[in-house]
């Protein structure tokens, strides 16, 4: 008999966990060896317990998924990792696909997905829902955010004029100015508004909460 598939859950929201806990507890190939609730924790984990998949959240209240996938490949350059999202910002899907991960689903995703999903990436394979992967193709090929474009977009987020930018980057106002209106081209935007809510949505932007 196939050996189950070993899960481990690294997520701190408790409905969640319970959820998905419920879900895996009713297929026989499927088996929770370890859950934790913060980054640090997954990651000791993932290094005594050696899970086949990890279901690893997004945001995580000492860590984002993204900045702490080199972690766990350093432990296993194999390592079998979906990553379990609030909402599917392509800029974030496709960061975290370019460092390896095996899968992205949104926290949303039905049962029967959510099991197709753990299968398909315990086989060896990625996975990709049809909603999210339409979500990649309708911004493929725009141009991407220069670090100092990125930079201003989050502070435009924060609700920082061109004067406080100018002032906190130590760079002069026409600069920011150029950059700003960089942003918008490639955004496809005219306003900050317009700018600061579609890279919430995309994920281009870090809201800490």
Do not use: W
């Not at 806990?21 to 993932?46: M, P, V």
């Not at 996938?69 to 432990?75: A, I, K, R, S, T």
């Not at 959510?114 to 193709?137: F, H, T």
């Amino acid at each position: 008999m196939k050996s189950p598939i070993r899960i481990l859950i690294v997520e701190n929201q408790t409905l969640t966990r319970v959820g998905i806990k419920t879900i895996l507890n009713e297929h026989s190939d499927i088996e929770i060896i370890g859950e934790a609730r913060t980054g640090a924790q997954g990651l000791e984990l993932f290094r005594t317990l050696k899970p086949d998949v990890t279901i690893l959240s997004l945001r995580l209240p000492d860590s984002c998924a993204i900045d702490v996938l080199e972690d766990y490949y350093n432990v296993n350059k194999r390592a079998k990792i979906l990553i379990l999202a609030e909402h599917a910002g392509d800029s974030e899907i496709s960061r975290s696909l370019k460092k390896g991960v095996s899968g992205y689903v949104c926290k949303d995703i039905s049962e029967s997905e959510l099991i197709k999903a753990i299968r398909a990436v315990g086989a060896g394979g990625k996975y990709i829902p049809a909603d999210i992967a339409g979500i990649l193709s309708e911004n493929f090929g725009q141009e991407e955010l220069t670090p100092a474009e990125q930079k201003i977009l989050q502070m435009i987020v924060g609700g920082n004029s061109n004067k406080e930018i100018a002032f906190d980057l130590n760079v002069s106002e026409n600069t920011v100015k150029t950059h700003v209106k960089n942003v918008f081209e490639k955004l496809g935007v005219s306003d900050r508004t317009s700018a600061a809510t579609l890279a919430i949505k995309r994920g281009l932007v870090r809201i800490d909460v």
